[in-house]
């Protein structure tokens, strides 16, 4: 529905540049729209998250078999970039073998879903849903 | 490696999530903070409760 703030959204470059800003680089999105506070926070705590993640020799799911691993592999896929570079560098355990290990990769998985729940939310400023 | 104990992982993830929950949820500062910390009590809270009731039921 067009609402006084949709309208001033239009023709002002791509709509969705916040969302896939965000999605790739967490707190990219509100950066974009100059909310730099807002931007800071979800960016320290997504990349904190995915961070610790890590750390703590969390798996980064690399190839779907079953429904558990197609979630988790679409959790991870909501950190953008992250994932990404992460696969590149060859960081994250192939096998949870801890109870720590267990703990980091759904911290991984977590910070994923958090970035795209922020991506939205960016997109949603954008287009004038939420101030 | 990083190895916190089960109840600093809790309150490490209570707080990356309800910061995030916090602004991405509420539209005013105030509002972000109040629900921040309402849902940092609830994560924490809940795990807590949940962890007494699984120390009695085992018992």
């Known amino acids: 529905m067009a609402t006084p703030n949709n309208k001033n959204a239009e023709g002002q470059g791509f709509v969705y540049l916040p969302l ?110 939420k101030v | 490696m990083f190895k916190p104990s089960h109840f600093a992982a809790v309150v490490l993830f209570a707080l990356f999530a309800s910061v995030v929950f916090g602004i991405t949820q509420r539209e005013t500062p105030q509002r972000m903070v109040r629900y921040g910390l309402y849902c940092f009590v609830l994560f924490v809270g809940s795990a807590i409760v949940l962890s007494w009731l699984m120390f009695l039921i085992a018992r």
Request: proline share 1%.
């Open chain 1, 20 to 129: 896939i800003a965000g999605w790739l680089v967490p707190g990219a999105g509100h950066f974009l729209l100059r909310k730099w506070g807002r931007g800071a926070l979800l960016s320290a705590s997504i990349l904190g998250m995915f961070v610790l993640g890590i750390a703590m020799q969390g798996q980064l799911y690399g190839s779907a078999h079953d429904i558990l691993d197609i979630l988790g592999m679409a959790g991870d896929l909501g950190t953008g970039m992250l994932y990404f570079l992460s696969r590149l560098l060859g960081l994250g355990a192939d096998l949870v073998q801890v109870t720590t290990a267990d703990y980091g990769t759904r911290f991984i998985v977590v910070a994923g879903l958090l970035n795209v729940i922020s991506a939205v939310d960016a997109h949603n400023l954008r287009t004038g849903r």
